[in-house]
T-cell receptor, first 110, second 114 residues
Framework: GQQVMQIPQYQHVQEGEDFTTYCNSS?????IQWYKQRPGGHPVFLIQ?????EVKKQKRLTFQFGEAKKNSSLHITATQTTDVGTYFC??????????FGTGTRLTVIP | NAGVTQTPKFQVLKTGQSMTLQCAQD?????MSWYRQDPGMGLRLIHY???????DQGEVPNGYNVSRSTTEDFPLRLLSAAPSQTSVYFC?????????????FGDGTRLSIL
């Protein structure tokens, strides 16, 4: 079955440092979505990438979709304490199943 | 608008008991789904529905039933609870009848099976 792997599982950074999480799929994806989950909360949609090689930015967050549409990354520049949480990628190969990665838990040390 | 409402927020069951987790949405979204979240395993899809009257299995459907008699409601039934079903359950909705759209999550139900 389809698998979406995400690394690293945990990341501790000093406030102001950069952070990157990587997502890899065993199959070609139709699109990739990114979500953020604060501790004790629910996943919140951040962005969706559809095109091969697509790059999108949201303020300090940069999202990339690989050329082969099998991998993606989320990069945060100059982390802040408000960035704390778990970041998930999620991909679809068909229309109806959304497969989530295992997530990267980000801790930001003030 | 309430968005996606899940009830109850917390529940403790004994092994073998049955129960229904409720999910209601007021956004007129076609797509609804149930996920379970376990430590280190991300979110795994249990069942989903692309519209009223249509349901299908996800990645981990065993031990769970669903129905979609209306657009608004998508209850998840545990037939005979087992300790392995201890988890946090999230209901999610999408505007169209497909998963390749942004998903809106409820607050979750934290379920413990003793």
């Amino acid at each position: 079955g389809q698998q979406v792997m995400q690394i690293p599982q945990y990341q501790h950074v000093q406030e102001g440092e950069d952070f990157t999480t990587y997502c890899n799929s065993s199959t070609t994806l139709s699109n990739i979505q990114w979500y953020k989950q604060r501790p004790g909360g629910h996943p919140v949609f951040l962005i969706q990438l559809v095109k091969s090689g697509e790059v999108k930015k949201q303020k300090r967050l940069t999202f990339q979709f690989g050329e082969a549409k099998k991998n993606s990354s989320l990069h945060i520049t100059a982390t802040q304490t408000t960035d704390v949480g778990t970041y998930f990628c999620a991909g679809t190969a068909g229309a109806n199943n959304l497969f989530f990665g295992t997530g990267t838990r980000l801790t930001v040390i003030p | 608008n309430a968005g996606v409402t899940q009830t109850p927020k917390f529940q403790v069951l004994k092994t073998g008991q049955s129960m229904t987790l409720q999910c209601a949405q007021d956004m007129n979204h076609e797509y609804m789904s149930w996920y379970r979240q376990d430590p280190g395993m991300g979110l795994r899809l249990i069942h989903y529905s692309v519209g009223a009257g249509i349901t299908d299995q996800g990645e981990v459907p065993n031990g769970y039933n669903v129905s979609r008699s209306t657009t608004e409601d998508f209850p998840l039934r545990l037939l005979s609870a087992a300790p392995s079903q201890t988890s946090v359950y999230f209901c999610a909705t999408g505007i169209s009848g497909a998963a390749n759209q942004p998903q809106h999550f409820g607050d979750g139900t934290r379920l413990s099976i003793l």
